[in-house]
């Protein structure tokens, strides 16, 4: 029976810890205690320093105890979006919510809360369990950069569990998209915009020509493609001579994403020509998609837990990246489970007791199945 009042308790004193993306300082040492006093050994790596942080990611590792001979690893990020200097928690009716003036954290303190309550109720009731390595990971907000440093193949886990998106219990993210974003930047050449304008380009129009002609939004069932970000100009009676804009693509297949960006590059470089202008950008790919194989030993397994405990298994994909993509490019199989964190990166954000509770479970059935 999970501890319902301690997994609570647990999760909002980590809520109240500032801890945005590079500066998990005090998170990574909130979690380093708990973690040891659960009997796990601990350490911290130099993730922090491949990206100017002021703390690595935090590993825990427990010797399995009975028959199991296999190896399984946890993981959920500490770092949590702006705006999470004070985050002031309310649980009413079986909620719980910021007070408006900030994002809660759930996303990932709810994910961490989850796993030492697992981890908790395994040193309470002696269970038989396989080993287990934890990772509470930096930065995953803002690249995945924890992940991407973990040297997760020096522990060699079979597979993996990263608690760190929305839906119910049960729900289980097989499926990610390849993911690409970078700046796109177009040079023109300035003049004064009320004396000679015609003597300038402007960057702003070369961008506009090159727009019209890309695919943005949804391309297709399994592509989307995106500007969100526009600045330019440095003043009003000023040909614009620059313009930078920033672009994101993704999509479960990735040849079609390569595509994509190639056509989206050549849309802005024969028209940058066109108008004697310049094109440069710094797109790149940030992590590769994934697809776990429906029957797959980490699939039957979670499938078998949901069963064991009552809970609909419900496998989907997703649009978005985690660590998880992070992991199965290393070679680990891993999924993402869904603990009940809604309207997250948002004043709004709030998640519901009874889903913490469930997925608690959930990583408990899993333990005993592995």
Do not use: W
């Not at 946890?74 to 002031?88: E, G, R, W």
């Amino acid at each position: 029976m999970i501890n319902e009042q301690r997994l609570v308790d647990n999760f909002l004193n980590m809520v109240k810890i500032p801890s945005p993306s590079l500066k998990e300082r005090a998170m990574a040492d909130y979690v380093k205690l708990e973690l040891e006093n659960l009997g796990l050994e601990v350490t911290e790596d130099n993730a922090g320093q491949t990206c100017n942080g002021n703390a690595g990611n935090i590993i825990g590792t427990l010797k399995a105890k009975g028959s199991s001979t296999k190896k399984i690893l946890f993981s959920a990020h500490m770092d949590t979006v702006l705006p999470c200097d004070k985050i002031t928690a309310i649980l009413e009716n079986g909620i719980i919510k910021s007070d408006g003036t900030s994002v809660l954290g759930g996303d990932d303190k709810a994910g961490i809360a989850a796993i030492t309550e697992m981890l908790a109720k395994i040193k309470e009731d002696n269970l038989d369990h396989p080993e287990i390595v934890v990772v509470f990971s930096i930065a995953e907000e803002i690249g995945l950069f924890g992940a991407r440093a973990m040297e997760v193949e020096k522990y060699n886990p079979d597979f993996g569990i990263i608690i760190d998106t929305g839906g119910e219990p049960g729900v289980v993210t097989v499926q990610a998209p390849y993911a690409a974003k970078g700046k796109i930047t177009i040079t023109g050449k300035p003049a004064h915009a009320g004396l000679e304008p015609e003597k300038g380009i402007n960057a702003l129009v070369v961008a506009s020509h090159a727009i019209t002609k890309l695919r943005l939004g949804r391309i297709d069932e399994n592509t989307t493609s995106n500007i969100g970000v526009v600045t330019g100009g440095t003043a009003v009676n000023i040909v614009m001579p620059s313009v930078r804009m920033m672009y994101e693509a993704r999509s479960f297949d990735g040849a079609v994403l390569d595509e994509l960006l190639a056509e989206t590059r050549e849309i802005f470089t024969k028209t940058a020509e066109k108008f004697g202008a310049e094109f440069d950008d710094s797109i790149v790919k940030g992590y590769d998609g994934f697809k776990i194989d429906p029957n797959s030993e980490i699939l039957s397994i979670v499938e078998k837990s949901c069963n064991d405990i009552n809970i609909k298994f419900d496998p989907r994909k997703s649009g978005g990246g985690s660590d998880t993509n992070i992991y199965n490019s290393k070679g680990i199989p891993s999924v993402n489970l869904g603990i009940g964190m809604s309207k997250v990166h948002t004043k709004e954000e709030f998640i519901k007791v009874e889903d913490m509770v469930g997925c608690s479970r959930l990583l408990l059935s899993i333990i005993k199945n592995v």
